[in-house]
Every structure is written in structure tokens, then in C-alpha cells.
């Protein structure tokens, strides 16, 4: 049972580069999530799906894109990338039925 | 969502109790409080969660007061492994919204040799 699974774990991208963050869980989980954390503070939402088909904003949606085509996999695009974007970027998932969310081990991105 | 209050920081000594206090003096009779936790550079690890009954797992004990207003969690016997950033989260348990996990600052928790 690998949980959630980020790839790639380190990145690092050119100004106006576009790349996609790829998310995949393999427990059958309904709900996904891409939170990113800058150093020091806590971590943000980006954007969520309820399930395949559905995804919707969170706090911080603008200059990222999401699709949920599949319950397995969430990628996250970025279309344009800034420096501004440079950050530690999370996935997570959970069930309907459970409390906790299980998070991957995170991508670290670098833009320059 | 209710807003947490947590100190920045603590230190623990190994082998001892850690109690991490948590306020969330405009808690909502529908929302529980959640306690993750995030050692360093990982992603976040659930720990436990609770309405207004205390609550203990393999983990952890969360205690709530009486009113809600404030928490603690207790980690009874703190080991190094335990260092982390500690998160108290308020949150609706059902429906679209209890998906969208707030985190502040949380506590620096140090176990200390």
C-alpha cells in the first residue's frame, strides 16, 4: 500500500516554464487536495476534488490548474510558472468515511 | 471556521509528558478539533481528533475542556521522533467544507535529550 504518491520530489523551473505536479493514491479515496507550504508558515489549500469530474478553488487557486479525470490520480499544472510559486507543494487524500487525511511526501519547487 | 490560537513554541524532555495547549474560543457546536503534525520537511500526519469527549489512540490523548474553548493534547511518553510542528485545526466533521483543512503556525514541539 504506497498512500500518496508526489512526483517529482525536487524541481526546479525557469520563469514562464509551465510543468505539472503529479499526485497518485492507491486506497480508493474520494477526496484530494494540493495545499502548498512557503518556509515557516503553515500550509495552504490550492485546490480540491470531491471526486472524479468535481474539483473546486481554495484559498490560493490563482496561476494553477487541476484535473480529476480518475479517483487515483490529482496532477496540478502550472501554467506560467513565478518565483512567487517557489514552495513546497503537498497532496493529500481521504475518505468519505475517515478523519484524517494522508498526505505524500511533498515536491520542492524552485522557481528561478 | 473557528480560529486556533497555539504558542510558537516548546521544549519537552524525553521520556516526559508533552502537553500542547490549543484555543478555540469561537468553536462552533458542529466542529471538532483535529490535531496533525509535521515533522520536518514531511507532510502533515494526522494524530486525532475529537467533538467534546476527551479521546486517546495508540498516538496521543486530546483533552477538551468542558466549554470547548480550549484543548490539549498529550503525548504521554515524548520520544525525539516526536519533534515536530504541531497543528491544531477546528473544522465541521461532514459536508463539502470539513475537506478544507486551515492550518495556522502551530507549535514547534523540541523533545529534548
Known amino acids: 500500500n504506497a498512500g500518496v504518491t508526489q512526483t517529482p520530489k525536487f524541481q526546479v523551473l525557469k520563469t514562464g516554464q509551465s510543468m505539472t505536479l503529479q499526485c497518485a493514491q492507491d486506497m480508493n479515496h474520494e477526496y484530494m487536495s494540493w495545499y502548498r507550504q512557503d518556509p515557516g508558515m503553515g500550509l495552504r489549500l490550492i485546490h480540491y476534488?470531491?471526486?472524479?469530474?468535481?474539483?473546486d478553488q481554495g484559498e490560493v487557486p490563482n496561476g494553477y490548474n487541476v484535473s480529476r479525470s480518475t479517483t487515483e490520480d490529482f496532477p496540478l499544472r502550472l501554467l506560467s510558472a513565478a518565483p512567487s510559486q517557489t514552495s513546497v507543494y503537498f497532496c493529500a487524500s481521504i475518505s468519505a468515511t475517515d478523519y484524517g487525511y494522508t498526505f505524500g511526501s511533498g515536491t520542492r519547487l524552485t522557481v528561478v | 471556521d473557528a480560529k486556533t490560537t497555539q504558542p510558537p513554541s516548546m521544549d519537552c524532555a524525553e521520556g516526559r509528558a508533552a502537553n500542547l495547549p490549543c484555543n478555540h474560543s469561537t468553536i462552533s457546536g458542529n466542529e471538532y478539533v483535529y490535531w496533525y503534525r509535521q515533522i520536518h520537511s514531511q507532510g502533515p500526519q494526522y494524530i486525532i481528533h475529537?467533538?467534546?469527549n476527551n479521546e486517546t489512540n495508540e498516538m496521543a490523548s486530546l483533552i477538551i475542556t468542558e466549554d470547548r474553548k480550549s484543548s490539549t493534547l498529550i503525548l504521554p511518553h515524548a520520544t525525539l521522533r516526536d519533534t515536530a510542528v504541531y497543528y491544531c485545526i477546528v473544522r465541521v466533521a461532514t459536508g463539502r467544507s470539513a475537506r478544507q483543512l486551515t492550518f495556522g503556525s502551530g507549535t514547534q514541539l523540541t523533545v529534548l535529550p
Open positions: 475529537g467533538l467534546k
Open positions: 476534488s470531491v471526486g472524479a469530474g468535481i474539483t
